[in-house]
C-alpha cells in the first residue's frame, strides 16, 4: 500500500517536547521571529509590524512587494532560528512512534513524508530512530525516510557561498534573489553554517505569504512539489497530520484532492476541515483534533486496518 503523510506545524508542536522550546503555531511565528531574532525582524516597527501581527501572510507579502532587498537577512535569520529546534532528549516524540510503527509493519518503503515545516524535526526524530534520510527531489531510498518539503527548508542551502557580500539580486528579472546548486545539509553542517555568520545568500524557503512563492532555487522547490503531486496521484491513502488546510496552496491540497485515496484527518476542528471534506466527497475520514497519544493510537489502529 502506497502512503503519502503530510505534516504541518501543529504535528511538530504535538509531537511531545522539543528544544530548546516547543516550535510556535502560525500566530504565534512573528512574535517568536521579533524576540530571537533581534537585529531583523526585532526591527520591523509600526504599521508594517501590526500588518505581520494580524496576518502574517500578509506581512510577508507585502514585504516582498515593497522591500524584497530586506528579504535576504530575513530569511536567514529566520532559517537560524528554525535550524535549533530538535525533539527533547530522551523524551518519547510521537514522530519516532509512527516512524516506529511504520517500520514494524513493513510500510515505511511505500510510504512519502511531505513536509510544510521550515525547521528539521521530524528529520531529526527519524535519524535517532537509525533511519536514513532522503530528500525530495532527489528519488526514495531503501531504509530511509523520503522527506518532501515543498515549502523549502532551513537546512537547504546553496551547495557553495559566494565571495563577497551584498543584497544583489543574482536573477534578473525573474523576482528571485538566487538561483543554482541547493544542498540538503546535515543538521549539524547547517548549525554550524548559521552559527560562523559567513554566508550571503539565504536558504532555500519559500514565502510563508499566498502562493508560497519561493525567492530562490525556485525550479528545485518546483521539482519537489511535483515529486508530491505524482506521488499523491499514486497513493491508495494520505494522512494529514497538524495541518489546516490551505486550499488556495494547490500545490499542497490540489493532488490530494484530485486523487482517489482515502484521506485520514487528525487535526483541528470540523471547520477547519470543512471544504476539504466536501471536496473529498466522502472519502476524508476524521480522526481526531490533536497529534497526542489518542491521536497516535487512532491512525495507527486505521492504518492497520486498511
Not at 523549502?152 to 525573474?174: I, W
Request: hydrophobic fraction near 40%; aromatic fraction near 12%; include cysteine.
Amino acid at each position: 500500500m502506497r502512503m503519502a503523510f503530510l505534516v504541518g506545524a501543529g504535528a511538530s508542536y504535538g509531537a511531545g517536547l522539543v528544544a530548546p522550546h516547543q516550535p510556535p503555531l502560525g500566530n504565534q511565528l512573528f512574535g517568536e521571529l521579533q524576540r530571537g531574532c533581534p537585529m531583523t525582524w526585532g526591527r520591523l516597527r509600526g504599521a508594517r509590524a501590526a500588518l505581520f501581527k494580524t496576518d502574517f501572510e500578509k506581512g510577508m507579502d507585502q514585504l516582498w512587494a515593497d522591500q524584497p532587498d530586506e528579504m535576504v537577512d530575513l530569511l536567514n535569520d529566520m532559517g537560524r532560528y528554525f535550524i535549533e529546534f530538535e525533539p527533547a532528549p530522551r523524551q518519547e516524540s510521537r514522530y519516532a512512534e509512527l516512524l516506529f510503527f511504520l517500520t514494524k509493519t513493513g510500510l515505511l518503503s511505500n510510504s512519502a513524508f511531505a513536509s510544510l515545516n521550515y525547521e528539521c524535526i521530524l528529520e531529526i526524530a527519524a535519524w535517532r530512530l537509525g533511519l536514513g534520510l532522503a530528500f525530495a527531489p532527489s528519488p526514495p531510498q531503501p531504509r530511509a525516510l523520503w522527506i518532501l518539503k515543498p515549502h523549502g527548508s532551513c537546512n537547504f542551502l546553496p551547495a557553495s557561498e559566494p565571495r563577497g557580500s551584498g543584497n544583489v539580486f543574482k536573477v534578473q528579472g525573474t523576482a528571485q534573489i538566487w538561483d543554482g546548486p541547493v544542498a540538503a545539509k546535515t543538521i549539524d553542517a547547517a548549525r554550524l553554517r548559521y552559527r560562523s555568520g559567513q554566508y550571503f545568500l539565504n536558504p532555500v524557503m519559500s514565502l510563508f505569504a499566498p502562493g508560497k512563492l519561493t525567492p530562490s532555487a525556485r525550479d528545485f522547490i518546483e521539482a519537489i512539489r511535483e515529486r508530491w503531486r505524482q506521488w499523491v496521484l499514486s497513493s491508495e491513502s494520505v494522512v494529514i497530520i497538524g495541518s489546516r488546510p490551505n486550499l488556495a496552496d494547490g500545490h499542497v491540497w490540489d493532488p490530494i484532492v484530485e486523487s482517489a485515496a482515502h484521506v485520514f484527518y487528525l487535526s483541528g476542528i470540523e471547520d477547519d476541515y470543512s471544504e476539504l471534506s466536501r471536496r473529498l466527497s466522502g472519502r476524508l475520514q476524521n480522526l481526531g483534533r490533536f497529534f497526542d497519544d489518542a491521536g497516535l493510537d487512532a491512525l495507527t489502529t486505521a492504518i492497520s486496518q486498511v
